[in-house]
């Protein structure tokens, strides 16, 4: 945890040190998260998981370096995210939905293409920090009860391109890539068919599609 707190000081760091002639701009961010997870083995035996769409929106700053088109963008919004887990029970089909909410605060590098004088196309990458709100969630799987254990934060990589327009809209496409695990199964009744699960964690990972009105 120790070095991903390194990497938010030096990132927040890298945005202060912009100079003085830098253009600031605040604005509200929002969206929709297309959330999934990458599972590990004992996972992926017993099931798969299929796409969960959230959303997310909150206030945010874009600094830009005029002329090179270089800056930095940051984010504090609510987010929602998860995953649909779908196995088979008797050999019917079901699937169980694990939701998560919380803050999401990513801190991204950007640089910018002018394509004239009201629009520009732009590359951004960095890292993004999730605050869970949502500590735990129980499940039922052919009778075996059990949870999943939140981790209290996660990191995760942003890669993303996008658009903005008129001075003062953003429309943008991200990959967000968990680096940290999301949650921990915990099996309560034990059972020989799950008890492979147990102990196991998850990532999570993102597509989100973002629009955003810079003041």
Not at 80 to 100: A, C, D, L, P, V
Not at 108 to 114: A, E, R, V
């Amino acid at each position: 945890m120790k070095k991903w707190i390194t990497l938010f000081t030096v990132t927040v760091c890298l945005a202060m040190a912009m100079p003085a002639k830098a253009q600031i701009k605040f604005g509200v961010k929002g969206g929709l998260n297309l959330a999934s997870a990458s599972l590990s083995d004992a996972w992926d035996a017993k099931g798969n998981a299929d796409n969960y769409t959230g959303f997310f929106i909150g206030p945010m700053v874009d600094i830009t370096i005029p002329i090179i088109g270089l800056g930095v963008d940051g984010a504090f919004m609510y987010s929602q995210k998860g995953t649909k887990f779908s196995y088979k029970e008797s050999n019917i089909s079901k699937e169980k939905t694990f939701k998560q909410q919380g803050v999401e605060i990513p801190i991204n590098l950007k640089y910018s293409i002018g394509l004239g004088s009201l629009a520009s196309i732009y590359f951004a990458a960095g890292p993004s920090f999730y605050f869970n709100m949502k500590s735990d969630d129980d499940f039922t799987f052919n009778s075996v009860a059990g949870s999943l254990d939140y981790d209290k934060s996660e990191v995760s990589l942003n890669l993303g391109a996008g658009v903005k327009l008129l001075r003062h809209l953003q429309l943008g496409l991200n990959y967000n890539m968990g680096l940290t695990d999301s949650a921990k199964a915990k099996i309560n009744t034990s059972s020989g068919a799950w008890d492979a699960i147990n102990g196991e964690s998850y990532k999570s990972k993102i597509w989100q599609v973002s629009v955003a009105y810079l003041f």
